[in-house]
C-alpha cells in the first residue's frame, strides 16, 4: 500500500496520546509499561506504572525487592505472575549484565517473562531496532486494512499478519512506527464501532470496503472456561481485647501464586452452609478451636481469563488459636499483605 508507513508514522507524531512512558527511552521504564499494559486499560494502568515506578525506579530497586512490597504494588492488577517474573528478570539483568538492560531483540528475549511482542517493543523503542510489534491493536488493524481472513490466532495468521508488519516496518523510525500501529488500533480501528468515517486509511480499507468490518479480524475457537467454587473461612480470634485473622500464601502454580488468602476449601460444586461445616475439611482445618459459623455471605463470581471463581466468604469466630500453617495477624494489618482483587473486595466492603 502505497505511502503507508509514512502516513501512519506522521499520524502518530500528530496523535500520540501524552504518557509518561512516552517521555523516555529508558528501557527499564518501556518494560514497566509494557508489561503492566498487556493485560491492563491505560486507563487502569497509568496509575499502577506511576505507583510502581516510583516504589521500584530502576532494575537494581526491584531487584532486590521483597516479594510482598512488589506483589502489594500489583496487587489489583491481576495476573501476578508478571510481577514475579520482572523480579526474575531484574536479577538476571543485574548478574548477567551488570545491571545494565539488554539492547538487542535477541538478548531483551532471554529474560524471564519477555515474550516476542515485548521484546520487539522494547528493542525499537529504546533501542532503534527495527523489529516488528505485534499486540491485540495491531492484528484488527492489519486483518481490515488488508483483508485477511486466516483466523488471528491460528499458526497461519500469526505469521501472515507478522510477515506484513514486518515488510510495512519503518527502519529508520521503528519505534514510532510500531507505536503508530498500536495507537491507531487503539484510537480509530476499536474492537466495537471503529472510527471508519474519520479513518485515514478508509479509501484502501479492504473491510470497510467489503462489508467486514466486524468480522475481522476472524477469531478462532472460544477459550473453554472451568468454574472453580472457593469458600473462604474468615476465621477472627479475639484475645487481650484484639481480634486476629488467619491467612496463608498460596504457593504452587495456581491462580494467585504469592499472594495471600483466608483459609480456603474448595469443593467440586456450589455447597450450603451446613454441608460446609460436616465437611472433612472443615473439621480438619478448625480442630480443636470450638469454630462457630457465625454468618455467610452471597455466592461472588469473579471472572479470570480460563476460569469462573465461584467465592463465597464465610465469617467463622474461634475461641482458641486455629490449627494448621496459617499467619496470625492482627486485623489492623490485613492491608499490609498482598491479596488477590477478589479478597480486597470483600475486605472493603467488610470495612464500610
Known amino acids: 500500500m502505497e505511502g503507508f508507513t509514512t502516513k501512519l508514522v506522521n499520524w502518530y507524531r500528530v496523535n500520540r496520546r501524552d504518557f509518561p512512558w512516552r517521555r523516555t527511552q529508558d528501557p527499564y521504564r518501556i518494560w514497566v509499561s509494557e508489561i503492566i499494559l498487556q493485560q491492563t486499560r491505560i486507563e487502569q494502568g497509568l496509575g499502577y506504572y506511576e505507583r510502581f515506578t516510583e516504589r521500584f525506579p530502576d532494575i537494581r ?79 484488527r488493524f492489519l486483518s481490515r486494512l488488508f483483508g485477511i481472513e486466516e483466523p488471528a490466532d491460528s499458526t497461519t495468521g500469526k ?56 468480522q475481522l479480524p476472524v477469531k478462532g475457537k472460544p477459550v473453554k472456561v472451568t468454574d472453580r467454587y472457593f469458600h473462604y473461612l474468615v476465621v477472627t480470634y479475639t484475645a487481650d481485647m484484639d481480634t486476629f485473622f488467619y491467612i496463608h ?35 480438619e482445618l478448625t480442630r480443636g478451636c470450638g469454630a462457630r459459623l457465625i454468618r455467610s455471605g452471597p455466592e461472588v463470581k469473579h471472572q479470570l481469563s480460563h476460569r469462573l471463581i465461584h467465592a463465597v466468604f464465610f465469617e467463622v469466630k474461634v475461641n482458641r488459636p486455629l490449627p494448621g500453617n496459617f499467619l496470625q495477624i492482627n486485623e489492623k494489618d490485613i492491608n499490609k499483605y498482598p491479596m488477590a482483587k477478589l479478597t480486597e473486595k470483600y475486605l472493603n466492603g467488610r470495612n464500610k
Open 61 to 139: 530497586s526491584l531487584s532486590i525487592a521483597r516479594p510482598d512490597d512488589v506483589m502489594r504494588c500489583w496487587q489489583g492488577l491481576g495476573y501476578y505472575s508478571r510481577a514475579r517474573n520482572m523480579m526474575e528478570a531484574a536479577r538476571q539483568i543485574m548478574e548477567q549484565h551488570g545491571g545494565i538492560f539488554p539492547s538487542t531483540f535477541a538478548e531483551i528475549r532471554t529474560l524471564k517473562g519477555i515474550g516476542p511482542y515485548t521484546a520487539a517493543a522494547i528493542a525499537s523503542i529504546s533501542f532503534g531496532e527495527p523489529v516488528p510489534v505485534v499486540d491485540g491493536n495491531v492484528i
Open 159 to 214: 505469521k501472515t499478519i507478522h510477515s506484513l508488519a514486518a515488510r510495512l516496518l519503518d527502519p529508520q523510525h521503528p519505534g514510532d512506527f510500531n507505536q503508530g500501529l498500536m495507537e491507531f488500533g487503539q484510537q480509530c480501528c476499536k474492537p466495537a464501532n471503529p472510527l471508519c468515517h474519520q479513518c485515514i486509511f478508509s479509501r484502501d480499507c479492504r473491510a470497510l470496503q467489503t462489508g467486514k468490518t466486524d
Open 249 to 283: 500464601r498460596r504457593e504452587g502454580k495456581d491462580i494467585w501464586n504469592g499472594l495471600y488468602e483466608f483459609p480456603l476449601i474448595e469443593t467440586t460444586g456450589a455447597v450450603t452452609p451446613a454441608q460446609l461445616v460436616k465437611s472433612g475439611e472443615w473439621k
